[in-house]
């Protein structure tokens, strides 16, 4: 199979301009007759059911949470990156579209990132007309924030929750649309599989989570916002019910998945402190424009600390190891996500981890308080401190938080072409589900613009061009043979599930893939813990097949039927991601291999032989996935060593 | 009566015309209320001349201008128009707010809210048999619908009133109705001020402070003359 | 440490409910609330029962899935936190811990601890958004948002819609979540515009779904996850008392030609 991304030719500047004139339009009358299936209520999806309902078209919108406004996006806490220039510090379109590309090591195409760039404008004003409370001046006016390592300050934000207030904002807009009749809404359902007829996506299966009937519907396309994968490594900061099957599902129907091992390691969160922990919660990124982050520089102090003898500010200045602002002193504490997040995991495993699990560091705010006053800090992290005061039971005003890198955010997913369109034509995947404009390292506050920019601006666009042909196609029956075969088929999987009749709980074998996961192809990879895993996973997978245990029926409420097609999904999915990693023979981004590293640790990237996006093709369950390549051609930067030295 | 005018009103709120949202019978409500409480301020000060040594005669002047004044009797319909909206809107209410919880909890809510908020409609009942009382002793007598005591006229209202309050336990009852009145004001008039939307972060600290003070003064002022009667007659 | 749990244990929500008790022991009070339900459940399967049902997704406090009404208050035992962000340290060891869903005629038990709280949707598709569509918008900056009033509106629209509050209230009464989206939309300018058009079409639809009327005793505001102040309320009641007596009859106008 040769991938197409079918990049509009051009200047880079122009591309979208003209791909957009050029683009088939659907005539009003004609929109009316032609159903879309959105799954997924977060700022992808919500945002592009309430744009393709505006548009006029008829729209089914999907999720399993019990309304739109829970889906996860609603937990990002940073803000949200446009190129307004606002400060006039000397942003632009064109410097927002480089420092993603090199953001994400040069793992991304460039005509989808100028045109993300190109549209976070509109994004901002939307959002503003919506009513979305951004922070403002007192003049009245947006303010910003630099975030995560930027050198501008192009990060629009509403406290420590604009991921939240985005949302709303969305979900005001599918709400309004819900309202006029253009959009059904289909709460409560976990979608199961894609029905493809003919070549076509044209519709789904999906379970109705509080009676349990299998359900059909059709539509004459399908859009995935489904989020990312990162449960796979079962303690993450993903809600608990985030998952992968949605896009696994279209995986096995056709769809290619791409670079699925970019997984991102997000440097602040709260560390895991016991065996039952269910979740890892994290701590805004902003965090670290103020605070220091340090363990200490000698072993005996760590003794001490972890025994509880000392108290951090018990350690002097002179002792203390800043080993960000040491390394790197141009960027310091403000360093990529994935170069904070190894440099933390570097620490720790030489022992100097300050928790008595020896995984965190310290994050401190005693100099940025003293600098800036406590009232200054309070109105810039106030809620951040609360939250995490509540959890920790510690006030981050008086000792230093103590933080370590979670999974946070999956940089693969299903690969799309330009109009973010699947390999499966009328398949479309959009946002975090897709496999993104963020190459193999994502910045802060560009998961909210992505998402938001796909959904409101560019899939409602691109949709056009396809269904443009579709306008003579009739509704499609739900009654057909194959939406009969493959709800047979999925009833089939779910009785199979149910009667497994094993021993063990679903989460006993999630922690377990989980741990695996982590520790084979997480922060660090290794090609003898990668091909350990490829021997674990099938092994645990069979495992799970034989012994698990669900209690309840098919025909009713049940959460553990839930977890368990999830669970089994993911245990597909690591072996993908295992593969994937392993087939990446160089360090970029979030995956980092230990054998390609300077004589610094830093990570050695390979653009001679890897400059391309790994596409893998679904070919049955008895055979390996195929590796197909996307090269990535760059004709605008020209792709260098980052470095934040 | 009640249940007949409250079945009554049910029927009149199903009537298309007229069919107000929960917040305008609030409102109805507490405007209703904001009257009556206007009110027990002129009643209490009527009352309060009962102590003055001169054998009722200030009081009783002040009784027959109220009931004689043409423009105070037209007041006296309002007064009981607006007795009634609120009695009975406060009756609809709460039937509704009961029937929006049909399964209720098995253990008792704990949420550290002002304890008596919740109990208006109790208060507000131990008022209306009050209220029930108060006319058939007086308004009742006044217009011939009951007889008076023998000895006592039926535009005698300060000997009515010093033959109610020569029993203790009418005295003692008294007493405690206005305690129970007290603690139905001090809710109800911020209470009104909120639900007329008039809630300001300036100046609700205010509003609730001279409401406290309003109702314990309407509430004791009350009190003091059956006291009086009881420690010095 | 150890509990004794008494849960409200219902098959679907044409089945009746009893609640039942359950042991649990050797928590450690560092665990979250949801993490010893989860062992519970862990329990219960082992010994080949049936796990308990209850809401919760994001477990940071944000998305508003979690529900619970734990000893007596929504949201269990401390002020301005979610169930999610509650921890074993809130109780003691030996206590006895009654956890119920959520009661309202609106918030009907789809199993155990879960209810359905579309209501709160319904109400929101009523009007609790500003009719802009993505093309034409003008600039971000063209009109100037005092801060205070956009700080004001945030507060509002921290908003969880988990519907404590309607638990909370004597009266299961939604006040406090119409009034913190009417307030956050009629602070800003750009919510303005439809204002009078809002907070009526918001506060009919609620009267329908069966919530009950505010009795202005604030426990709304006392078990608010998020601490959104009554003084909502008082917005709400005063924009709704100006739009019926001060709006003009809305004109129906053809704009067909």
Redesign the interface.
């Known amino acids: 199979m040769r991938l197409n991304a079918g990049i509009p030719e051009g200047p880079i500047a122009d591309k979208w301009t003209a791909y957009r004139s050029a683009a088939k339009l659907v005539n009003p009358n004609n929109k009316r007759k032609l159903d879309i299936i959105v799954v997924g209520t977060g700022l992808a999806g919500a945002s592009a059911a309430a744009t393709l309902g505006q548009l006029g078209y008829n729209v089914k919108v999907f999720c399993y949470q019990d309304t739109p406004r829970r889906a996860h996006s609603i937990a990002a806490q940073g803000g949200i990156n446009a190129a307004k220039n606002y400060p006039n510090d000397g942003d632009s379109v064109y410097r927002l579209f480089y420092d993603t590309i090199k953001g994400g090591d040069y793992r991304s195409r460039e005509a989808n990132v100028y045109r993300l760039a190109e549209v976070s404008n509109q994004i901002i004003d939307l959002c503003v007309a919506q009513g979305v409370p951004f922070a403002r001046e007192y003049g009245g006016l947006l303010t910003n924030r630099s975030f995560g390592g930027a050198q501008v300050s192009r990060t629009f934000y509403a406290r420590g929750q604009t991921g939240q207030q985005l949302l709303l904002g969305a979900y005001s807009a599918l709400s309004r649309q819900i309202d006029a009749g253009n959009v059904t809404l289909y709460n409560r359902r976990d979608v199961l599989d894609m029905v493809v007829v003919e070549g076509k996506a044209r519709g789904i299966i999906a379970r109705n989570l509080v009676t349990g009937a299998i359900e059909r519907f059709a539509a004459h396309a399908v859009v995935l916002a489904t989020g990312g994968y990162g449960n796979v490594f079962f303690l993450s900061t993903n809600a608990m019910g985030s998952n992968v099957s949605p896009a696994w599902s279209a995986y096995k129907k056709g769809a290619l998945f791409g670079n699925p091992s970019f997984t991102q390691i997000h440097p602040t969160c709260i560390p895991v402190h016991g065996e039952f922990q269910s979740k890892l919660t994290l701590m805004s990124e902003s965090l670290r424009n103020d605070g220091r982050i340090w363990v200490p520089a000698y072993k005996k102090d760590v003794d001490r600390l972890r025994s509880k003898e000392v108290k951090p500010s018990d350690i002097p200045d002179s002792d203390r190891d800043y080993y960000l602002e040491r390394r790197y002193p141009a960027f310091g504490n403000l360093v990529p996500r994935d170069v904070a997040s190894r440099a933390a995991k570097e620490r720790c495993d030489a022992g100097y981890g300050v928790s008595s699990t020896g995984f965190a560091v310290f994050l401190d705010f005693a100099d940025a308080i003293k600098r800036k006053g406590q009232g200054t800090i309070d109105a810039l992290y106030g809620n951040l401190f609360q939250m995490y005061e509540q959890i920790v039971a510690d006030s981050p005003y008086e000792t230093p938080m103590m933080i370590y890198p979670a999974v946070h955010y999956t940089m693969g997913g299903l690969w799309v072409d330009y109009e973010l369109m699947t390999t499966v034509p009328g398949l479309y995947a959009i946002g975090e589900c897709n496999f993104s404009d963020h190459g193999a390292n994502r910045l802060g506050a560009s998961a909210l613009m992505q998402g938001l920019a796909d959904g409101y601006f560019i899939l409602p666009a691109t949709i056009s061009n396809y269904l443009a042909a579709e306008i003579h196609t009739p509704r499609f029956d739900p009654d057909s043979s194959e939406f009969t075969l493959a709800a047979e088929k999925v009833r089939e999987r779910l009785v199979r599930l149910k009667n497994t009749g094993g021993k063990q709980s679903v989460d006993h074998y999630h922690r377990q893939l989980g741990r695996l996961m982590w520790e084979n192809c997480g922060m660090a990879r290794s090609q003898p813990g990668l091909e350990e895993a490829l021997e674990r996973l099938p092994l645990l997978r069979e495992e799970f097949h034989a012994n698990v245990r669900i209690p309840g029926s098919l025909d009713e409420y049940n959460p553990e039927l839930e977890k368990a097609w999830r669970v089994a999904d993911f245990l597909e999915l690591g072996e993908l991601m295992v593969r994937d990693a392993l087939q990446r023979r160089e360090s970029c981004g979030g995956h980092f291999r230990e054998e390609y590293q300077t004589p610094d640790g830093e990570a050695l990237r390979n653009d001679e032989d890897f400059t391309f996006v790994g596409a893998w093709e679904y070919k049955g369950k008895s055979c390996a996935a195929e590796l197909h390549r996307e090269d990535l051609n760059f004709e605008v930067v020209k792709p260098s060593q980052r470095s934040y030295k | 009566m009640i249940l007949f005018f409250s079945i009554a009103l049910k029927t009149y709120c199903m009537n298309k015309l007229l069919q107000f949202?929960?917040?305008?019978?609030?409102?109805i409500m507490a405007l209703a209320g904001v009257f009556l409480v206007t009110f027990l301020g002129v009643h209490l000060g009527i009352n309060l001349l009962l102590l003055s040594d001169d054998g009722g005669r200030s009081f009783s002047v002040a009784a027959e201008f109220m009931s004689s004044n043409p423009l105070i009797r037209i007041f006296e319909i309002v007064l009981f128009a607006g007795f009634l909206v609120h009695i009975v809107l406060g009756l609809v209410?709460s039937r509704?707010?009961r029937?929006?919880?049909?399964?209720?909890?098995?253990?008792?809510?704990?949420?550290?809210?002002?304890f008596l908020?919740?109990y208006?409609l109790h208060s507000g009942i131990v008022v209306l048999i009050f209220l029930a009382l108060h006319f058939s002793d007086y308004y009742f007598v006044k217009i011939g619908l009951v007889a008076p005591p023998e000895g006592i006229g039926p535009h005698d209202f300060y000997a009515m009133t010093l033959h109610l309050f020569s029993s203790t336990w009418y005295a003692l009852f008294y007493m405690f109705c206005f305690v129970l009145l007290g603690i139905h004001l001090n809710?109800a008039i911020?209470?009104a001020?909120?639900?007329?939307?008039?809630?300001?972060?300036r100046y609700?600290g205010a509003v609730k402070v001279a409401g406290t003070i309003y109702s314990i003064a309407i509430s004791l002022g009350f009190m003091v003359i059956p006291l009086y009667f009881i420690l010095f007659r | 440490m150890n509990y004794t749990l008494k849960i409200w244990r219902q098959k679907s929500a044409k089945e009746r409910g009893e609640m039942v008790s359950y042991q649990v022991s050797g928590i450690s009070a560092e665990i979250s609330f949801f993490e010893m339900l989860d062992i519970l459940n862990q329990q219960l399967i082992a010994e080949g029962g049936d796990p308990v049902a209850f809401d919760h997704d994001c477990r940071e406090g944000i998305c508003g899935t979690c529900s619970l009404y734990i000893n007596g208050r929504p949201h269990g035992p401390v002020r301005g936190v979610t169930t999610c962000q509650l921890h074993m340290r809130s109780f003691s060891d030996g206590e006895v811990i009654h956890i119920e869903p959520w009661r309202s005629k609106a918030f009907p038990v789809v199993r155990d601890l879960v209810v359905d709280r579309s209501a709160l949707d319904l109400i929101i598709q009523a009007g609790g958004y500003v009719s802009v569509n993505s093309g034409g918008i003008p600039d971000a900056n063209t009109i100037p948002v005092p801060k205070h009033h956009a700080d004001t509106a945030f507060d509002a629209a921290a908003c969880i819609g988990c519907g404590a509050c309607v638990a909370a209230c004597p009266n299961a009464a939604a006040m406090l979540f119409v009034s913190a989206k009417v307030s956050h939309l009629s602070l800003l300018p750009q919510g303005k515009a439809e204002a009078v058009k809002r907070v009526q079409k918001m506060v009919a639809r609620m009267d329908e779904l069966g919530f009950g009327n505010c009795s202005n005793t604030y426990a709304c505001e006392v078990e608010c996850p998020k601490l959104i102040s009554v003084t909502n309320i008082a917005r709400m009641n005063r924009e709704f008392l100006s739009a019926k007596l001060f709006s003009e009859k809305e004109k129906i106008v053809r704009d067909s030609i």
Not at chain 2, 21 to 27: A, D, F, N, P, R
Request: cysteine-free; hydrophobic content about 30%.
């Open positions: 949202s929960s917040i305008t019978g609030k409102v209410v509704q707010n029937a929006s919880r049909p399964v209720g909890y098995v253990v008792a809510n704990r949420t550290e809210t002002s908020s919740k208006m809710h911020q209470s001020f909120q639900t007329m939307g008039w809630n300001h972060t609700m």
